[in-house]
């Protein structure tokens, strides 16, 4: 059985910083790409960042890039996402998957499993 849990998140003023992490279980973690995507209430789910499997390739969001760093430990099974310089419109539920490949992918579509998501909150 495959798990995925997310943890790290919290409130924080903006500003600060978060590490979340995504510890995995029941899948070979290194035949996987990786991405972390964001809900915020009222809003559909994007993708912030992605990574492939060995940490050669990683994508970021307009919104994030130079702010966030996206990284994995394959012999820990655990995704990473370094958060800085927080925004109060970084606000949202985090979740991370893993994608149906090797690659790094963006697409909801081609995620194979779902976290069940950590919650950050960035005050002003």
């Known amino acids: 059985q495959v798990q995925l849990v997310e943890s790290g998140g919290g409130l924080v003023q903006a500003g600060g910083s978060l590490r979340l992490s995504c510890t995995t279980s029941?899948?070979?973690?290194?035949?996987?790409?990786m991405g972390w995507f964001r809900q915020a209430p009222g809003k559909e789910r994007e993708g912030v960042s992605c990574i492939n499997w060995n940490g050669g390739v990683t994508y970021y969001a307009d919104s994030v890039k130079g702010r966030f760093t996206i990284s994995r430990d394959n012999a820990k099974n655990t995704l990473y996402l370094q958060m800085d310089r927080l925004k109060p419109e970084d606000t949202a539920m985090y979740y991370c998957?893993?994608?149906?490949?090797?690659?790094?992918?963006?697409?909801?579509?081609?995620?194979?499993?779902w976290g069940q998501g950590t919650q950050v909150t960035v005050s002003v």
């Open positions: 998957a893993v994608a149906g490949d090797l690659y790094a992918s963006f697409s909801e579509s081609s995620q194979r499993y």
């Open positions: 029941g899948l070979r973690f290194d035949d996987y790409g």
